[in-house]
T-cell receptor
Framework: DAGVTQSPTHLIKTRGQHVTLRCSPI?????VSWYQQVLGQGPQFIFQ???????GRGNFPDRFSARQFPNYSSELNVNALLLGDSALYLC?????????????FGEGSRLTVL | KQEVTQIPAALSVPEGENLVLNCSFT??????LQWFRQDPGKGLTSLLL?????REQTSGRLNASLDKSSGRSTLYIAASQPGDSATYLC??????????FGKGTKLTVNP
């Protein structure tokens, strides 16, 4: 079975541009979460979606938004890119488990903002 | 606010050595704790998940323990191999929606 898949794997943008990152969860998983990992740091929580509804939001500006589709795939959008948005963006999926379930991560999308 | 600390930040050992990685967290009210492995530039691979009611979990050469009351977890790696070289991340689940991660321990196992 395929794991969590993310696209694109790498991308380069310039300041002020917009980016869309995509994630397909493991088959049967209905919850998707997004994390940002800056070089040398642990991942930071951005969003969680379950059954197409936002269930949690981290401490990120409104330039960050996300959505989940009927097939449970998800998009993360970042507007007005800043140099500090350069990071590895990780998507995780899980079965519903009220917080006790295991999270499975994808390989990430490496974003470089110039 | 939940904070997770991992010590040491980096560790270098000769092949075959047994080793322990440490993780501490500030708030004992957690659902569970998960250990991950991350290779350079790659995503996270889940190693072990310990629920708050459990004391330890084992998978092959890996054993993770959890002492929720003291806010500590350890990851024990037996008979280390060069292929174990990676960054190991500890994460706690303070609520149903997110994980809170430490900065990781970078492990190098020398042949």
């Amino acid at each position: 079975d395929a794991g969590v898949t993310q696209s694109p794997t790498h991308l380069i943008k310039t300041r002020g541009q917009h980016v869309t990152l995509r994630c397909s969860p493991i088959s049967g998983h209905k919850s998707v979460s997004w994390y940002q990992q800056v070089l040398g740091q642990g991942p930071q929580f951005i969003f969680q979606y379950y059954e197409k509804e936002e269930r949690g939001r981290g401490n990120f500006p409104d330039r960050f938004s996300a959505r989940q589709f009927p097939n449970y795939s998800s998009e993360l959008n970042v507007n007005a890119l800043l140099l500090g948005d350069s990071a590895l963006y990780l998507c995780a999926s899980s079965l519903p488990g009220q917080g006790r379930e295991q999270l499975f991560f994808g390989e990430g999308s490496r974003l470089t903002v110039l | 606010k939940q904070e997770v600390t991992q010590i040491p930040a980096a560790l270098s050992v000769p092949e075959g050595e047994n080793l322990v990685l440490n993780c501490s967290f500030t708030d004992s009210a957690i659902y569970n704790l998960q250990w991950f492995r991350q290779d350079p530039g790659k995503g996270l691979t889940s190693l072990l998940l310990i629920q708050s009611s459990q004391r330890e979990q084992t998978s092959g050469r890996l054993n993770a323990s959890l002492d929720k009351s003291s806010g500590r977890s350890t990851l024990y790696i037996a008979a280390s191999q060069p292929g174990d070289s990676a960054t190991y991340l500890c994460a706690v689940r303070p609520g149903s929606e997110k994980l809170v991660f430490g900065k990781g321990t970078k492990l190098t196992v020398n042949p």
